[in-house]
């Protein structure tokens, strides 16, 4: 370990103090009393501010120098350096160990845990296939996309008010409401097309909100902000379901969603089209040098993005059995994009263990009522600061070469 | 002989600036021409016109494929102008630093290969054949340019010389019948320059692809190029053999002279 409580680092932890005395002194220090017209000087909580700000500021940094071990380092050397997660992962036997555990444990579930749980479980399952659908978006595309939820709520509307007025039942629903969100992601995708970073993000931001305000608002149509209620839960044909069964139902329905989305974004992404979304990401104008369609590259992944977030808002509606305008706000939108950039972006594995951990997270936080979400906020700060990377390490799972077989067998023939 | 590329009348305007001026340029098949000029000059800037990154404010550029109807290119988008057969590279290195050596040459099999979402999700046979065949493709080239040792090494780890092959192997990729070189020497050591020589030769000989290039190394130009365009303020002020070049006035002075005062 290197020095570290050097004259320097106090000084400097000395400045920090103060300045937090400086930006904290109107609210923390200057009372002025109404009643009484005077004004309060609280001398102790300027004391209070400057040394827990320089403790803290100590601490901070002491564990940022802690969290870069040596500072030169060659490329080769650091991108061999993975963590443990992914190095364990790339274990088959403990892979198909941790596979069959899992597997185990989901199928399990229901049956050892209460509805309640269950319930929460299908919440953070849902979560998990929003996360992957976003990641196709900005963890591959490296599209900054803010109004998530606008597609998610465009499924949960698409199965609600064709079920209010035509009756038409969950498993009809569930392709329309996707086919809908999709048609969705390509009416924001076109105008956005130009746009990047900072740009695009606002634009989504704003579309978004639009939605929103346009169910919120629209009446007639959307009911409004009283919310449609009602809305049957998925069954089967013939079958009478109790809501114990219905949650157990539900729960591995979505089991099977999550499944599929795992398997159709793990394919893509190693496809000729996940491709050309990370080549799109990393460097624009090369890409369409090399002959990619950017218009239809980028449309394609807002599109498939956009599927993910109907399916998940058309299970949403059936799991609640009422929506209204209030489920899809910039937070929601927020949380899923949290769940991308803390799994890793473009990390599959890494994205369903942050779902679970930012989802279950402040349910089991609901003891500390209050500070919930404070804490839920600081584990997002401090995963930031020392792991900007995300959960699981190492840009993503590359293309390995493994030789030409064919390619062997046809120079014999030659 | 016929020609593959022709330019008549190009002119590129930046606000007031017009960095391209009235250019007329040709390539025919099977030639290899360097385009040089001091920095400034606008050769970038013609590239970047005829690869459809820039839309030209006047002058009509015209493709002919070998074999096939001649084709007016100027205000196609880039991927149009590749999938008609014109392949680049970029003077400030532009790699999918984040992607495999080999990654980044299957990237320039996109326009030549067709598999869809739906085969991708399914990975049915035709998805499945189109992938091998993609890798065989792009590891060929690699194993052209030399690079198949690092076939599996991230694109932003390898030494500088190797990344401007990189390159040329991923616009090879895309079967172009025109390649376009943007300063391909340029931070090459004389023995990696001398190596891309005769890669750029084996190219033109083996590939059958004529070939564009911006050049600085005026061994390397005069050693390997039919005819040479020189360049001036926007405006062209020279075309000639190697020969008729080195010994033009006009050339020396624009030229020649820059480079003795930089
Ligand atoms: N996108 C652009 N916007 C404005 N000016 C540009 C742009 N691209 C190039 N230029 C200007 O055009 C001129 C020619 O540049 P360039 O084609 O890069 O020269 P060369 O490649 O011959 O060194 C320069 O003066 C440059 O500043
Ligand atoms: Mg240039």
């Known amino acids: 370990m290197r020095k570290f409580f050097t004259l320097a680092e106090m000084k400097k932890s000395l400045l920090m103090a103060v300045w937090f005395i400086f930006l904290t002194f109107p609210i923390m220090v200057v009372r002025v009393n109404p009643i009484y017209k005077v004004v309060e000087w609280r001398w102790q909580n300027l004391v209070l501010v400057g040394v827990s700000a320089f403790f803290l500021s100590f601490l901070w940094r002491y564990f940022l120098a802690y969290k870069k071990p040596a500072p030169a380092k060659s490329p080769l050397e650091t991108s061999a350096r993975k963590g443990k997660l992914s190095e364990l992962q790339r274990h088959p036997a403990a892979r198909r160990a941790g596979i069959f555990l899992a597997a185990t444990l989901a199928v399990a579930f229901p049956y050892i845990f209460s509805t309640y749980q269950v319930n929460i479980m299908t919440t953070a399952l849902i979560y998990v296939v929003l996360g992957l659908g976003l990641n196709i978006v900005v963890g591959l595309a490296g599209l900054l996309d803010l109004g998530y939820v606008a597609f998610y709520a465009v499924g949960a509307y698409s199965y609600a008010l064709l079920n209010f007025h035509f009756g038409l039942s969950f498993w009809v629903c569930l392709p329309i409401g996707a086919a809908m969100a999709a048609l969705f992601g390509i009416i924001l995708g076109f105008p956005v097309l130009r746009l990047r970073g900072d740009y695009l993000a606002i634009v989504t931001l704003g579309f978004g909100e639009i939605i929103r305000l346009v169910l919120e608002n629209w009446n007639e149509f959307s009911k409004g902000p009283s919310g449609i209620a009602g809305i049957p839960r998925p069954g089967i044909v013939g079958v009478e379901m109790s809501l114990n069964t219905s949650s157990i139902f539900l729960y591995f329905l979505m089991i099977g969603l999550a499944l599929l989305t795992i398997l159709v974004v793990t394919r893509l992404r190693n496809s000729r089209i996940g491709r050309a979304w990370i080549a799109l990401r990393e460097d624009e104008i090369a890409c369409q040098a090399m002959g990619v369609d950017k218009t239809k590259t980028k449309l394609t992944a807002f599109a498939l993005g956009a599927t993910w977030a109907g399916m998940g808002g058309v299970i949403f509606a059936a799991k609640t059995t009422f929506i209204n305008p209030a489920s899809f706000t910039f937070l929601e939108s927020a949380i899923i994009l949290s769940i991308v950039v803390l799994g890793g972006m473009g990390s599959i594995i890494g994205v369903i263990a942050s779902a679970f951990i930012l989802i279950l997270l402040p349910e089991y936080l609901r003891a500390f009522s209050e500070y919930r979400m404070l804490i839920f906020g600081a584990v997002l700060v401090i995963m930031m600061v020392f792991r900007p990377q995300g959960l699981i390490s190492n840009v993503r799972q590359t293309y390995r070469f493994k030789g030409l077989q064919e390619e062997n067998k046809e120079g014999d023939i030659k | ?262």
């Open chain 2, 1 to 262: 002989m016929t020609a593959v590329l022709t330019i008549t009348g190009l002119t590129m305007d930046f606000g007031g600036l017009r960095a391209v001026d009235n250019v007329n340029l040709d390539v025919r098949q099977g030639e290899i021409v360097a385009l040089i000029g001091p920095n400034g000059a606008g050769k970038t800037t013609l590239f970047n016109c005829i690869t459809g990154i820039y839309k030209p404010t006047a002058g009509d550029i015209v493709a002919t494929p070998p074999g096939g109807p001649a084709k007016t290119i100027h205000g196609l988008k880039p991927n149009q102008v590749t999938e008609i057969g014109l392949a680049r590279t970029f003077q400030n290195i532009r790699l999918f630093s984040n992607m495999t050596v080999l990654e980044n040459v299957m990237i320039g099999r996109h326009c030549r290969t067709t598999s869809k979402i739906l085969g991708a999700v399914l990975r049915d046979g035709h998805t499945r054949r189109e992938e091998a065949e993609i890798v065989a493709f792009s590891y060929q080239l690699l194993e052209r340019v030399r690079l198949e040792r690092h076939v599996n090494d991230f694109a932003r780890n390898l030494p500088y010389g190797a990344q401007r092959r990189l390159e040329i192997a991923r616009a090879l990729a895309t079967e172009p019948f025109l390649l376009l070189l943007d300063e391909p020497a340029a931070g090459m050591n004389p023995h990696e320059t001398k190596e891309l020589d005769e890669l750029i030769s084996r190219i033109r000989a083996e590939m059958d692809i004529s070939i564009l290039l911006i050049e600085h190394d005026m061994k390397l130009v005069m050693n390997i190029s039919d005819r040479i365009f020189v360049m001036e303020y926007g405006k062209e002020i020279a075309v000639g053999t190697p020969l008729e070049i080195r010994g033009n006035p006009k050339v020396i002075e624009a030229y020649l002279g820059e480079e003795a005062h930089a």
